[in-house]
């Protein structure tokens, strides 16, 4: 049973940069067939896919946020990291850690159970 | 970006009905299609992939239906945990995108 938990501050100043880890249990993430990604959520956006890596480093980011952010992977740790620089209130939001599986619809199989994070002064 | 509208946004139903849920595309998106159920505090989970495909461990209660810009998700019998909220995505083309959800309480 694959499980995804999230970590990092909760409370980001703005103009910061956000950062975020995903730890996986049960399955590994330099393993093909699987995408690995952030998705958030918020009041006011709704679900907002944020971006995803493949096992070959290879990243996808949503065009709206490409500027900002920055996906990696601790593939020793089995881990993946999210950075989201220069933020504001409007990135305020849930931040879930999920697997992709590749093929057809690309569905979100496993996601984390969220973290909130609030941009605040 | 690829806009997904759902209806209706909210519904109220009682155990035992039948309830669809409708979500439209503002393109075509073949079968790129998926839809999650999400209840409060909770992450999403996997109900339907590809438009139509059970997601393992869903009810059989749950079908979905649909090709093109126009889908449905149906519970045929609604149970009391099927009171949640739900979602549609599209993957045919990037960014993934979402629907708003529709929100299904008791009547």
């Known amino acids: 049973q694959v499980q995804l938990q999230e970590s990092g501050p909760g409370l980001v100043k703005p103009s910061e940069t956000l950062s975020l880890t995903c730890t996986v249990s049960g399955g590994s993430i330099s393993r093909g067939g699987y995408y690995w990604g952030w998705i958030r959520q918020s009041p006011g956006k709704g679900l907002e896919w944020i971006g995803s890596i493949y096992y070959d480093g290879s990243t996808f980011y949503n065009p709206s946020l490409q500027s900002r952010v920055t996906i990696s992977a601790d593939t020793p740790n089995n881990q993946f990291s999210l950075k989201l620089s220069s933020v504001s209130a409007t990135d305020t939001a849930l931040y879930f850690c999920?697997?992709?599986?590749?093929?057809?619809?690309?569905?979100?199989?496993?996601w984390g159970q969220g973290t909130l994070v609030t941009v605040s002064s | 970006d690829i806009q997904m509208t759902q209806f209706p946004s909210s519904l109220s139903a009682s155990v035992g009905d039948r309830v669809t849920i409708t979500c439209r595309a503002s393109?075509?998106?073949?079968?790129?299609l998926n839809w999650y159920q999400q209840k409060p505090g909770k992450a999403p989970n996997l109900l339907i992939y590809d438009a139509s495909n059970l997601h393992g461990g869903v009810p059989s209660r749950f079908s979905g239906s649909g090709s093109g810009t126009e889908f449905t998700l149906t519970i045929a019998s609604l149970q009391p945990e099927d009171f949640a909220t739900y979602y549609c995505?599209?993957?045919?083309?990037?960014?993934?995108?979402f629907g708003r959800g529709t929100k299904v309480e008791i009547k």
């Open positions: 995505q599209q993957t045919y083309r990037s960014p993934p995108t």
């Open positions: 393109q075509s998106i073949t079968t790129y």
């Open positions: 999920a697997r992709l599986r590749v093929g057809g619809a690309m569905p979100t199989d496993y």
